[in-house]
């Protein structure tokens, strides 16, 4: 089975400051790579998605990941943080029918 | 957003009891799924749809079952409930598994088993 690693469980920074979060997978194929995003009290949104192609990928909100396949890594990166980006993040690998998801990574953004 | 809804929103009950939640689509897609989120563990995948009566098992399902007799609801069912399964349930639908269609969440169900 898959397995999705975020390395990071708490993050803490200020505004403006950039942000990168980590993201590795155990599968070795072709894989479908995914950055969720819950703000308190609200359900997963999708931030970005990777299927194929450039392997450097933009989302909402000045979000972007980049796909490493050596690495097996889909990093979430933003350059400059607001405060309205304190939330949860989870990278999620599809796995057939289903999508394995990492323990998340809480991120706390300092005005 | 997606038109999926959870009911109820939030629920407290007694170790033992049965509970069912509720998840219902407008969109017409196949696939369906509950996940629980937990402190830790992200997301786990309960058990999931692939069609009405077409189900199958994640990788936390014991204890739960599940029914789909309509395209558009998902019902999940606690038999027999535990303090274990205090939790946080999320509903999800995909239209497809190909490519890169992701999944859409519900808003959640907040379950405390006392």
């Known amino acids: 089975a898959q397995s999705v690693s975020q390395h990071n469980h708490h993050v803490i920074l200020s505004e403006a400051a950039s942000l990168e979060l980590g993201c590795n997978y155990s599968y070795g194929g072709t894989v479908n790579l995914f950055w969720y995003v819950q703000y308190p009290g609200q359900h997963l949104q999708l931030l970005l998605k990777y299927f194929s192609g450039d392997p450097l990928v933009k989302g909402i909100k000045g979000f972007e990941a980049e796909f490493i396949k050596s690495k097996f890594s889909f990093n979430l990166r933003k350059p400059s943080v607001q405060w309205s980006d304190t939330a949860e993040y989870f990278c999620?690998?599809?796995?057939?029918?289903?999508?394995?998801f990492g323990a998340g990574t809480t991120v706390t953004v300092r005005a | 957003d997606a038109g999926i809804t959870q009911s109820p929103r939030h629920k407290v009950t007694e170790t033992g009891t049965p509970v069912t939640l509720r998840c219902h689509q407008t969109e017409n897609h196949r696939y369906m799924y509950w996940y629980r989120q937990d402190p830790g563990h992200g997301l786990r995948l309960i058990h999931y749809?692939?069609?009405?009566?077409?189900?199958d098992k994640g990788e936390v399902s014991d204890g739960y079952s599940v029914s789909r007799s309509k395209t558009e609801d998902f019902l999940l069912t606690l038999e027999s409930a535990t303090s274990s399964q205090t939790s946080v349930y999320f509903c999800?639908?995909?239209?497809?598994?190909?490519?890169?269609?992701?999944?859409?969440f519900g808003p959640g169900t907040r379950l405390t088993v006392t």
């Open positions: 999620a690998v599809r796995n057939d029918y289903k999508l394995s």
């Open positions: 999800a639908i995909s239209e497809s598994t190909m490519g890169a269609r992701e999944q859409y």
């Open positions: 749809s692939y069609g009405v009566k077409d189900t």
